[in-house]
């Protein structure tokens, strides 16, 4: 008896020792910038408790979760910077910082148009097998390909309608021409 009221209070002082063994750290990751339109590390190992701060350079990037299936589509509930417009002389770039609360993967990617399907990907703790960030990073640049040829197929339309319209100018002009040569 005596001994198990002694180890208690032991084991009460024990704990806060092996909580401050780990000092949670700040992975510091540079969004677009020189290295272009990539996150700077693009993959961060992070302990629970650890902090990921973006550092956002020129132009008007965002950092914000999805998920391995949809690497461009904002995760519904997940994190997001917002735009952050940075000018190209700007002698300060905004930041922006998540807390890491687990282990698990975070998949992320930047709004902006073009961005992600040209490989503006990131994460914390992505698996070293099965969906690895190579695998996101490949599903995000695929995407590419179908934005092209949605694209594409929009733009059909457009060209359409505007030879209908030549079309339509001419035969109105030539219409003209042959009342005004009828009329003289
Ligand atoms: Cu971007």
């Given at each position: 008896m005596l001994f198990t009221t002694l180890l208690a209070p032991l084991a009460l002082l024990a704990l806060p020792f092996t909580e401050a063994k780990y000092r949670s750290k700040t992975h510091e990751v540079v969004v677009g910038?020189?290295?272009?339109?990539?996150?700077?590390?693009?993959v961060v190992y992070a302990q629970p408790g650890d902090y990921v701060r973006f550092h956002f350079q020129f132009k008007n990037h965002t950092v914000t979760q999805s998920s391995?299936?949809?690497?461009c589509t904002p995760l519904k509930g997940g994190f997001t910077s917002g735009f952050k417009p940075v000018a190209p002389d700007a002698k300060k770039s905004p930041t922006f910082k998540i807390k890491v609360h687990d282990t698990n993967v975070i998949w992320a990617h930047c709004e902006q148009v073009d961005h992600c399907p040209s490989g503006m990907v990131f994460a914390v703790?992505?698996?070293?097998?099965?969906?690895?960030f190579w695998k996101f990073l490949q599903k995000a640049k695929a995407l590419a390909y179908d934005d092209y040829r949605k694209r594409s197929e929009i733009d059909e339309e457009p060209e359409e309608v505007s030879d209908i319209e030549e079309r339509d100018i001419n035969s109105r002009i030539t219409g003209k021409a042959v009342d005004s040569e009828s009329e003289e």
């Open positions: 910038g020189a290295a272009g339109l990539v996150y700077t590390p693009n391995f299936d949809y690497p703790n992505p698996p070293r097998r099965g969906n690895t």
